[in-house]
């Protein structure tokens, strides 16, 4: 099982930013895949998720309504738009794999995060 996250950088409150995971062809076919943050003195936080096809996706309250998450298994690829960027979304991003998708689901593998920043 092989991700890659990718697409942080610094924004402003209430800009947007487009992260990308790159998942091995095998992940996308038997896994959910999703986002978690780790933040500095922080627990992790579970953020979304999406199954298979028929896909259904799974958003953190935190986030509900401001981040929208979508696949392409042709490209095998996973994305997360976030919008209306708040400091407190500061994080590092990891896209992983999930058994399934809800508030109580474990990571099971995950790659090098990327480094989100919304500050003024």
């Known amino acids: 099982v092989q991700l890659q996250a990718s697409g942080g950088g610094l924004v402003q409150p209430g800009g947007s930013l487009r992260l990308s995971c790159a998942a091995s062809a095998f992940a996308m076919d038997y896994y959910a895949i999703g986002w978690f943050r780790q933040a500095p003195g922080k627990e992790r936080e579970g953020v979304s998720c999406?199954?298979?096809?028929?896909?259904?996706?799974w958003y953190a309250d935190s986030v509900k309504g401001r981040f929208t998450i979508s696949r392409d298994n042709r490209k095998k690829a996973v994305y997360l738009q976030m919008n209306s960027l708040e400091p407190e979304d500061t994080a590092v991003y990891y896209c992983a794999t999930y058994q399934m998708c809800g508030s109580g689901s474990l990571p099971g593998a995950w790659g090098q995060g990327t480094q989100v920043t919304v500050s003024s």
């Open positions: 999406i199954t298979g096809s028929p896909p259904t996706t």
